[in-house]
């Protein structure tokens, strides 16, 4: 039974570092350091606007599974963040109620299938999975934490996201807060990507109008680095983890 008094700052800090791990892994073509105590069992590229990029990857260790998703990093992945337009979510059976950003859903769909493949035959149902992600990455943990708590069959399972924007609309958080209680949303108040995409959006030509409506409440914090991009960075929710928290 989940409450959600699920909050552990080790695992905050753990999980923010993965995510770091997670652009190291596409700066460096698929190198970074794994931690103490996990193996890497697995690592992922996704198609973000006709780019093949490194996304993320899977650790495990003797008691959990970690999938960690890169956050928004090349021009093709700030074109797939613009792509507000929304799409039903296909994984679900209430998929066309369910409406999501039609970049991130392009995205997730290009790694969807060999992750959850991967997941289900060659992991350990009974291992608790945290899934986790900065910024587009956070979105992308949001789509896949979803997917997993219908499709798959793994009944310990958390989300812990960091700088994540809106996903989807109201039917998707309503279905996402009750299918995936153990989540966990990390915003900084001094961070604009969490307030984005806007509540209502309406399309310039076609006047064509979308909502879009946050997961749980998050865990807030108030951290200024002095830019914008410093208030966004992995390394500002990291630092916040630690001090915040």
Known sequence: MYTRDIFSKAWAVFLAECCQ??????????????PNGFDLVKEFKGVSFHSLEWFGFILESEEAIIVTFRGTQTDPDWIADAEIF???????ETGNQLLVHGGFLSVYESMREELLKYLQQELSASKTIFITGHSLGG???TLFALDCAINANHSSLYMYSFGAPRVGNEAFAHLYNEAVPGSIRFVNLADLVPFVPPTKVVAP???RTW????TFTPYRFLLTEGSIIKNHSIETYIK????KF
Do not use: R, W
Not at 21 to 34: E, T
Not at 86 to 92: A, D, N, R
């Open 139 to 141: 979105a992308l943990a």
């Open 205 to 207: 030509l076609s006047k």
């Open 86 to 92: 929304q799409e039903p979510f296909p994984y679900c």
């Open 211 to 214: 909502h879009y409506k946050h």
């Open 21 to 34: 791990l997670a652009y190291d892994q596409y700066h460096q073509n698929g190198i970074f350091s794994i």
């Open 240 to 243: 916040a983890m630690k001090e």
